[in-house]
């Protein structure tokens, strides 16, 4: 068996979650992770997670998709399908077409950041495991969770150190590869 362990603990607010994560990090611990029913702005940066980074390049694709498909559709429908010519102006005006041209990007970047924010967060996800933990759904109302992988083999007395930074249990699994 791996002496790598994935360590949860539950604590009752989220100043002990905060001193618990300081207390790890001190300790060399790197791979923390939390649940909270509220925002905790210090506890982020003892964890330091990186800054959310939305995929500008896809968004961008998304916009010059839904603005081309756009212009291909007024074009088609202008010059193609049913020309009129009136007043002498040109089939395919572009300077008419702006507002929708415009408004298509918007609606192409929108819908790709939308899919892209649910596909590479990992929505819908109907189950994780850390849902099998008994009292882990308290995490959105009143508790907070601290995770720590950590290696038994070096420090085998981490869940009692938990316990003695305040945490009410502490649960046990295998951590992930």
């Known amino acids: 068996m791996s ?11 989220g100043s002990l979650v905060l001193a618990a994560a300081r207390a790890l990090r001190d300790l060399g611990h790197r791979e923390l992770s939390a649940f909270t029913p509220y925002p905790i702005p210090e ?6 997670l990186p800054r959310p980074r939305l995929l500008l390049a896809l968004v961008l694709a998304g916009a010059c998709l839904g603005g081309g498909l756009a212009f291909l559709i007024i074009w088609w429908t202008a010059v ?16 008419t077409d702006i507002p929708i041209l415009f408004e298509s990007a918007v609606l192409g970047a929108a ?13 819908p996800r109907l189950h994780h495991p850390l849902d099998a933990i008994s009292g882990f759904e308290r995490s959105s109302l009143d508790r907070f969770w601290l995770g720590v992988v950590f290696d038994q083999e070096v420090d085998p007395d981490l869940p009692g150190a938990l316990q003695e930074l305040g945490a009410l249990r502490v649960h046990r699994g295998e951590a992930a590869p």
């Open 111 to 123: 819908a790709t950041a939308f899919a892209a924010t649910l596909g590479l967060s990992g929505l």
């Open 3 to 13: 002496g790598r362990t994935q360590i949860w603990a539950e604590f009752a607010t």
């Open 43 to 48: 506890l982020e940066e003892v964890l330091e």
């Open 80 to 95: 193609v399908s049913y020309p009129l010519n009136v007043g002498g102006r040109p089939l395919n005006s572009f300077v």
